[in-house]
């Protein structure tokens, strides 16, 4: 059998032949971590090229890409800004043209051949020669053009009526609000509805009432004369008339107009519009419409003014112009509702070729025959 050594006379002999257990193991952990604080310096030059190379890839191109993203998303909203900035500018230098647009020989688009895609407009440009394009457009373009040689008398007196049931200005912006709307709604009573006046007298026909109809036949019936197709809206005025009687051009004008929205301020838009002679709530909806045609469809503008297109195409389809169209989709379907009011649902020809079929027929009257409203 061993000798039995208590712990305490194992832990002497050990100290005394200089083991020193704790003290090797802290000296171990020490150098250990020195070992590790200086690893980096140990390696050798190419292998701490390759450590800081591996560390690029993984950490530094991630913050390079987002710094691209970025840069990138700022530059295209600069570049989108300068292109409608000088879309608008360009446009505003532009002179109102004077005298209605034609489709070809027509004083419109005839509806068969209005869809670029149409199968007869197709089949037809293939054979066609222009003495054969001029007689076919002849032949199928209504017979009566629109009346739109109204004197200046006649439009002074129309601007001088006055609407004692206007439409209310709207604190809302149609195009960007959903919710916003009229009230009581002007959308009620369908695609045949008209906007009728109501005269208080038929011998001064200085004021009169507006009330809308589900058709035509209804609101003769009720004693109205139609002033435009659609129901009654911000532009329905007899004042508003006599500014689309009196400006054949108004996209041009309009466009000035909106110049100051964009690029000014909303007021200065409104008061624009209203220096053209519109009513305070048609100028507010006509603003509304400007601005949101040249954040829709800017860049679209710009290049088509840039190649200088024209508003139509040739005949027989005469297409509208990208920017035109762009404008007809994003801004057209809510202007419609809120103004009531177009020169083609008044039946005046403008400066841009437009379907037959959307000229309503109209022949405006300063002191119609109609029955007053109670």
């Known amino acids: 059998m061993g000798v039995e050594v208590s712990r305490e006379e194992a832990i002497a002999k050990l100290r005394e032949s200089g083991g020193g257990g704790d003290k090797e193991i802290a000296t171990k952990r ?6 590790s604080a200086t690893g980096s310096s140990s390696k050798s030059p190419q292998a701490q090229a390759q450590q800081q190379a591996k560390k ?6 991630r913050l390079s890409w987002c710094r691209l993203f970025w840069c990138c998303s700022c530059l295209a909203v600069v570049v989108g800004a300068i292109v409608v900035t000088l879309y608008v500018l360009d446009e505003s230098d532009d002179d109102p043209k004077t005298t209605p647009a034609q489709c070809g020989s027509c004083h419109c688009i005839v509806d068969e051949y209005y869809s670029d895609n149409s199968t007869n407009a197709t ?52 195009y960007t609000d959903a919710l916003c709307q009229f009230f009581p709604t002007n959308t009620e ?12 007298d038929t011998v001064n026909c200085s004021t009169y009432q507006l009330k809308s109809y589900v058709n035509r036949d209804t609101a003769e019936a009720a004693g109205a004369f139609v002033t435009h197709k659609g129901e009654c809206g911000a532009c329905s005025t007899t004042q508003d008339l006599s500014v689309y009687m009196e400006s054949l051009d108004l996209t041009t004008l309009g466009t000035r107009c909106g110049t100051k929205a964009t690029l000014g301020s909303y007021e200065q838009g409104v008061q ?23 954040q829709q469809c800017g860049a679209l503008c710009a290049a088509s ?19 035109l169209q762009c404008d007809e989709s994003k801004s057209g379907p809510i202007f419609k509702q809120f103004a009531g009011r177009t020169r083609r649902r008044s039946g005046l020809l403008s400066a841009i070729a437009r379907p037959c079929s959307s000229l309503y027929p109209i022949q405006h009257q300063v002191c119609p025959k109609t029955t007053p409203l109670l």
């Open 123 to 174: 089949e037809f440009l293939e054979t066609a020669n222009n003495q054969t394009l001029n007689s076919s457009l002849s032949s199928s373009c209504p017979a009566n053009a629109p009346f739109t040689n109204y004197s200046q008398d006649f439009i002074a007196a129309l601007r001088a009526q006055t609407a004692r049931n206007p439409y209310p200005l709207l604190d809302c912006d149609p």
């Open 189 to 200: 009573l369908g695609l045949d509805a008209v906007c009728g006046l109501h005269y208080d």
């Open 305 to 323: 003014d840039l190649i200088d297109e024209p508003a139509n195409g040739p005949a027989p389809t005469c297409r509208l112009s990208d920017c």
């Open 30 to 35: 020490k150098s250990k971590s020195q070992s």
């Open 272 to 294: 624009c519009f209203e220096s053209l002679g519109f009513t305070s709530p048609c100028a507010d909806i006509w603003t509304d419409n400007a601005r949101n045609t040249a």
């Open 56 to 61: 690029g890839l993984m950490g530094t191109p």
